[in-house]
């Protein structure tokens, strides 16, 4: 079992920054792969980033040119994976979920993220 918790949401304004974390439980972290959805009122959970246990990462098109190829970023030794979110915009609000081992494995309860003048 594996339990991830969100941190890092809120109200920022069009253009600003926020870095989500999130903190895993259990000893295997450093093998999953792990990775950042998003899901806006109405519509379907979808994937933002990604990262395998090798480091390589892995964006959705709505994200690139704003997110790095370090924007996901994880840490094995404080079990904790990272999104640094860019240039924000109203369309980027939603409930960021982190997830461990893909879409059949482990969620977190989410981090409501704002973009709002």
């Known amino acids: 079992q594996v339990q991830l918790v969100e941190s890092g949401g809120g109200l920022v304004q069009p253009g600003g920054s926020l870095r989500l974390s999130c903190d895993a439980s259990?000893?295997?972290?450093?093998?999953?792969?792990m990775g950042w959805y998003r899901q806006a009122p109405g519509k379907q959970r979808d994937l933002v980033a990604n990262?395998?246990?090798?480091?390589?990462?892995?964006?959705?098109d709505s994200v690139k040119g704003r997110f790095t190829i370090s924007s996901i970023s994880r840490d094995n030794a404080k079990k904790t994976v990272y999104l640094q979110m860019n240039s924000l915009k109203p369309e980027d609000t939603a409930v960021y979920y982190c997830?461990?081992?893909?879409?059949?494995?482990?969620w977190g309860r989410g981090t409501q993220v704002t973009v709002s003048s």
């Open positions: 997830n461990a081992l893909g879409r059949v494995g482990y």
């Open positions: 990262i395998t246990n090798a480091g390589s990462t892995n964006y959705a």
């Open positions: 259990g000893n295997r972290f450093s093998i999953y792969a």
